[in-house]
């Protein structure tokens, strides 16, 4: 079956731009978390989704993120103002639910470049 | 506050060697610990998961990990190591016991030398 996808897969912008990254989760996966890799880093939680809320954004770094999942399924996350520290790897994971006994699914990643 | 280390960003074994990646914990309560896999230009795997439910853990591809409390750690091995395992793994932590909020060490690069 089809696994997380996320789009575009590479996107370069212009310091102060707004850009916008999607995710399309494994289907009836109703957990969907974003991670944001820096380079020669680890993952660095961002947002969780429980549905279509979220459930703890505590990781966003500032008011410039914010993410959305409407519908539940897809979700967007949206990143007004670049700045060049926000270059990175941004990652989509989604799970059956939430929970230590379900396996997560991550997505290949959108590799941001802010010039 | 929680977090992982990780000794040694980079390890080379030969194939068919023993794989140990080392990971120790910081946690204030019981920690829920991770290893993840990140292959060349492809998304993370999961690959184990300790729960408390046994301290040793077996994961995909020959994967496991024990955990530890006496020595804070959770360290991945493999009795064999293929060519294929070359990656990066990283160790990671929470304490809710989901994936959210997961902290990650900044990752081991394996080397397998034929």
């Known amino acids: 079956g089809a696994g997380v996808s996320q789009t575009p897969s590479n996107k370069v912008t212009e310091k102060g731009k707004y850009v916008e990254l999607r995710c399309d989760p494994i289907s009836g996966h109703t957990a969907l978390y974003w991670y944001r890799q820096s380079l020669g880093q680890g993952p660095e939680f961002l947002i969780y989704?429980?549905?279509?809320?979220?459930?703890?954004d505590s990781g966003l770094p500032n008011d410039r993120f914010f993410a959305v999942r409407p519908e539940g399924s897809v979700s967007t996350l949206k990143i007004q103002r670049t700045e060049r520290g926000d270059s990175a790897v941004y990652l989509c994971?989604?799970?059956?639910?939430?929970?230590?006994?379900?396996?997560?699914?991550f997505g290949p990643g959108t590799r941001l470049l802010v010039l | 506050a929680q977090s992982v280390t990780q000794l040694g960003s980079h390890v080379s074994v030969s194939e068919g060697a023993l794989v140990l990646l080392r990971c120790n914990y910081s946690?204030?309560?019981?920690?829920?610990l991770f290893w993840y896999v990140q292959y060349p230009n492809q998304g993370l795997q999961f690959l184990l998961k300790y729960t408390s439910a046994a301290t040793l853990v077996k994961g995909i591809n020959g994967f496991e990990a024990e955990f530890k409390k006496s020595e804070t750690s959770f360290h991945l091995t493999k009795p064999s190591a293929h060519m294929s395992d070359a990656a990066e793994y990283f160790c990671?932590?929470?304490?809710?016991?989901?994936?959210?909020?997961?902290?990650f060490g900044i990752g081991t690069k394996l080397q397998v030398i034929p």
């Open positions: 994971a989604s799970s059956l639910i939430a929970g230590n006994q379900e396996t997560q699914y």
């Open positions: 946690s204030s309560v019981p920690p829920y």
């Open positions: 990671a932590v929470s304490d809710s016991g989901g994936y959210q909020k997961v902290t």
């Open positions: 989704f429980q549905g279509t809320g979220a459930a703890d």
